[in-house]
């Protein structure tokens, strides 16, 4: 019985020394203009043809729009029998140079600020995705953070290579 104790106390205690935020960078060059880039990924109808977060990955995804589906303002809405339930919202937006967008996955239970960099080089573009997740208070939350953070970078190096493939 102590040893069980032990086995599930022991990582939520553990919990409580995890950061509330974590960051992920991942980067690709493309081989296209960033004008390009950018305008495909502004565009939130088109994340269904390069992002993770789609039918690709949860065939069972209903996605509902704002208002505004492109530039600052455009709003995604999700729900998903794999994925969940979530939103983004571009909140931020320099053409051509950068994309700032606010997400929250789980009912909010993991926040997410995502900053794409788009530079120019010889070959095209450099695209760098900063991806900033704040978790909830709790020890629990923290360490599912840890877990959350495998697959969110899984998911955007997906959506990077997807994007290189069809610019």
Not at 11 to 37: M, Q, Y
């Amino acid at each position: 019985m102590i040893i069980l104790a032990i086995l599930f106390i022991l990582p939520i205690l553990a919990g409580w020394f995890f950061r509330r935020k974590i960051v992920v960078v991942e980067s690709k060059t493309i081989n296209s203009p960033p004008d390009v880039l950018y305008k495909k990924v502004q565009d939130l109808t088109s994340w269904q043809e390069w992002s993770a977060w789609s039918t690709h990955n949860d065939p069972a995804l209903a996605v509902n729009f704002g208002d505004r589906q492109q530039g600052r303002g455009a709003v995604l809405e999700w729900k998903g029998s794999k994925m969940g339930k979530g939103k983004l919202e571009i909140t931020g937006a320099k053409p051509n140079k950068e994309l700032v967008i606010d997400s929250g996955f789980h009912t909010n239970r993991f926040k997410v600020q995502h900053q794409l960099l788009f530079s120019p080089n010889d070959t095209g573009c450099h695209l760098i995705w900063k991806a900033t997740v704040t978790t909830k208070y709790s020890s629990v939350a923290r360490l599912l953070g840890r877990l959350f953070m495998r697959n969110l970078r899984r998911d955007i190096q997906i959506g990077l290579q997807l994007l290189a493939q069809i610019a």
